[in-house]
């Protein structure tokens, strides 16, 4: 079974920017969609972007100018970055796997990671 | 954006009660909907896609219905561990998104 973990700091300053690596295991990061998710207590469940393990992103209008996601195919890994972050970014972010033969739902979910903005 | 509106927002309910919870999307997703559970501390986790197709090891007593714009997903005799939260999410297009859930508790 796929499993997946994110890491990284769990506190970011204000107008830094926050950097994630989720790490696949038991599975190949290829040809599949990898998504990054967040939920806030404000914002209920938010859908970050998505990244294929070719390269290719597609990412959530409302932040796009401050996202940047990317993969590594050798490592097995894919990361954010969310630049100029404020209180509002403060949320558990979630690492998942879309599955193209499930309608593209989301299959399987990282634990999630709690990240607080906060000087 | 798809807007999808989530209703009720919350419920009570007895163990063995029959639940159904709707989502409705701003524009039609044929059915690009799915469904997930979520408990307290824990990530979401994948109850029924494509509308109405069971995720593996998904208890029967789930299903889901619908096309179009709406949508349900019904609880036939809910067991203590289904208390919990509930989300739809489209995926038609991006941006995914999500309804703002409905949280299901002990009466």
């Known amino acids: 079974q796929v499993q997946l973990q994110e890491s990284g700091p769990g506190l970011v300053k204000p107008s830094e920017t926050l950097s994630l690596t989720c790490s696949v295991s038991n599975g190949s990061i290829s040809s599949f969609y990898w998504s990054w998710i967040r939920q806030s207590a404000g914002k209920g469940l938010e859908w970050i972007g998505r990244i294929y393990s070719s390269g290719s992103t597609s990412y959530n209008p409302s932040l796009k100018s401050r996202v940047t996601m990317s993969a590594d195919t050798s490592k097995n890994q894919f990361s954010l970055r969310l630049s100029s972050v404020t209180a509002a970014d403060t949320a558990v972010y979630y690492c998942?796997?879309?599955?193209?033969?499930?309608?593209?739902?989301?299959?399987?979910w990282g634990q999630g990671t709690t990240v607080t903005v906060s000087s | 954006d798809i807007q999808m509106t989530q209703s009720p927002s919350s419920l009570s309910a007895s163990v063995g009660d029959r639940v159904t919870i709707t989502c409705r999307a701003s524009?039609?997703?044929?059915?690009?909907l799915n469904w997930y559970q979520q408990k307290p501390g824990k990530a979401p986790e994948l109850l029924i896609y494509a509308a109405s197709n069971l995720q593996s090891g998904v208890p029967s007593r789930f299903s889901g219905s619908g096309s179009g714009t709406d949508f349900t997903l019904t609880i036939s005799s809910l067991q203590p561990e289904d208390f919990a939260s509930y989300y739809c999410?489209?995926?038609?297009?991006?941006?995914?998104?999500f309804g703002q859930g409905t949280r299901v508790e002990i009466k």
């Open positions: 999410q489209q995926s038609y297009s991006t941006p995914r998104t």
């Open positions: 524009q039609s997703i044929r059915n690009y």
């Open positions: 998942a796997r879309d599955a193209p033969s499930k309608s593209v739902a989301v299959d399987v």
